[in-house]
């Protein structure tokens, strides 16, 4: 089979995610299947005049990933993007996945696991692995999957969203019961969890999560 593995993209979660595509890519070429490994937001920029060529491309495409302990540096990561467009998709993506005959998401993150991408291959018609858009935008979400969960009666510890600027963390860090796990909603991986072991800590998770973007929620933390 002719695959596509989407991988990389612009969420805090890229290197995970390159990590994880070149495992799946590698794999699947042993396995005697036409993969490459194709980053989400950088695309492929030069191609041969056969697209179909790539799928033959030595080591499909594979980069030299590895796990980074932190967030990646996702301005640069655009700049480095020849056509310096803003589009998700970046060159050739969209025509390798309508080339493909199923396109395996080794995605993490925004852009891979809210349903966005599944959504616009499913408007092409584009057969892929994993959930529907609808299911991953729910799962992506923590704050929307909890209350789900608490309106479905389905057990969970305690949590709250918080909304705060970074001058209020010595107030919060006062106020939010022990023990507790600091994260964002949209992240994964452990990128943007935090747990605290006393207050000092999370004040500093509190400070710490902002970086991450989106929305923060404390929750209890069961041992």
């Not at 070429?29 to 993969?35: C, I, Q, S, W």
């Not at 799928?55 to 540096?73: K, N, Q, S, V, W």
């Not at 493909?100 to 599944?118: K, P, S």
């Not at 747990?195 to 999370?202: A, F, G, N, Y």
């Amino acid at each position: 089979m002719k695959i596509v593995v989407l991988a990389g993209g612009l969420s805090t979660e890229r290197a995970v995610s390159l990590v994880t595509g070149t495992g799946i890519c590698r794999s699947l070429r042993e396995r005697g299947h036409r993969a490459i490994l194709v980053d989400l937001f950088l695309g492929v920029e030069e191609v041969p005049e056969d697209l179909e060529a790539l799928f033959d491309a030595a080591d499909g495409l594979c980069p030299d990933a590895r796990i980074e302990t932190t967030a990646p540096d996702l301005e640069a990561v655009r700049r480095s993007r020849k056509d310096q467009s803003p589009q998700v998709f970046g060159p050739n993506v969209l025509e390798l996945c309508r080339r493909a005959d199923v396109v395996f998401l080794g995605l993490h993150g925004q852009d891979g696991e809210d349903g966005r991408v599944q959504a616009a291959l499913e408007l092409l018609g584009v057969p892929y692995t994993g959930s529907g858009y609808l299911a991953s935008g729910v799962a992506m979400d923590k704050a929307v999957a909890k209350r789900i969960m608490v309106s479905e009666g389905v057990p969970t510890p305690k949590w709250g969203v918080l909304e705060y600027r970074p001058e209020e963390t010595c107030r919060l860090a006062q106020e939010l019961p022990m023990p507790c796990v600091i994260k964002c909603t949209t992240g994964g991986s452990s990128l943007g969890v935090f747990l605290p072991e006393d207050r000092v800590e999370l004040q500093e998770a509190l400070v710490r999560v902002l970086q991450f973007g989106g929305e923060v929620i404390w929750e209890e933390r069961i041992y």
